[in-house]
């Protein structure tokens, strides 16, 4: 992982952190965070486990690598589904509303989420198809030529489809548009990819994630836009 990546992944983490702490009680600010930080350890380990188990026998070879961070290597859908279980324990842990922490966990991943493609585009990470249209980008050897913006217009789309649905105020109706519009975005990413990694069915590990995202979060959108509102829900959650 290149420096200027990790400092994507840093200022968006930050960001993700400071709209936690802005949306919740002024009481709760900091229990908030505090679960927010164990969701971001944990997602953060998981997507460092998930590429060593798809990349198992080059790191039976080379063991005293799977810790190197700074190495590169990191697994879309293993930090989503570690962090979507450090997020359901911490709930648990922690007696909270499950939507409106997932609410809170959304709000944590559209900066993250948007840093990470960025931060994609500027170090070649997932680099999109040569095009004598495109922009000067690397790719992941360092070579610079004009090619798609795949991460790039993938952070464009995340920002609109999630600015979409940035008023509705359903608990976890926030959670669910975020989930369909980063399966959206990263499917857009996936596809104009230069050298995908193909797998079942021809499609990526980061692909099938991106499905299973847009069909997690189009299925609960449409479930929360048919469901009569209950007046006893509201943003924050119970207080504990």
């Not at 997507?47 to 990349?55: E, M």
């Not at 966990?105 to 040569?130: D, H, Q, S, T």
């Amino acid at each position: 992982m290149q420096n200027s990546y990790a400092l994507f992944l840093g200022v968006g983490a930050a960001l993700g952190l400071w709209r936690v702490a802005q949306a919740a009680d002024p009481d709760q600010a900091l229990r908030r965070v505090d679960g927010a930080l164990w969701v971001l350890a944990g997602a953060l380990a998981g997507a460092r486990l998930g590429f060593v188990l798809s990349h198992s026998a080059y790191f039976q070879a080379h063991p005293a690598e799977m810790a190197m961070l700074p190495a590169g290597g990191l697994s879309l859908p293993g930090a989503l589904l570690a962090g979507l279980g450090v997020g359901l324990w911490t709930a648990r842990r922690s007696r909270w509303a499950l939507r409106p922490w997932l609410d809170d966990l959304a709000r944590l991943a559209f900066p993250l989420a948007a840093a990470a493609l960025l931060g994609a585009w500027l170090n070649g990470v997932g680099a999109g198809a040569a095009a004598g249209w495109g922009l000067p980008a690397p790719d992941e050897l360092g070579v610079t030529a004009r090619r798609v913006p795949a991460q790039l217009l993938a952070a464009l789309l995340l920002g609109l489809v999630t600015a979409a649905g940035e008023r509705w105020a359903r608990p976890g109706a926030r959670a669910a548009w975020t989930a369909l519009a980063l399966g959206l975005s990263l499917l857009l990413a996936e596809g104009l990819r230069a050298q995908p990694d193909l797998g079942w069915l021809g499609l990526t590990q980061e692909a099938w994630a991106s499905v299973v995202l847009i069909l997690t979060g189009g299925l609960g959108t449409l479930v929360l836009a048919r469901r009569k509102l209950n007046p006893s829900e509201w943003e924050g959650g119970p207080q504990p």
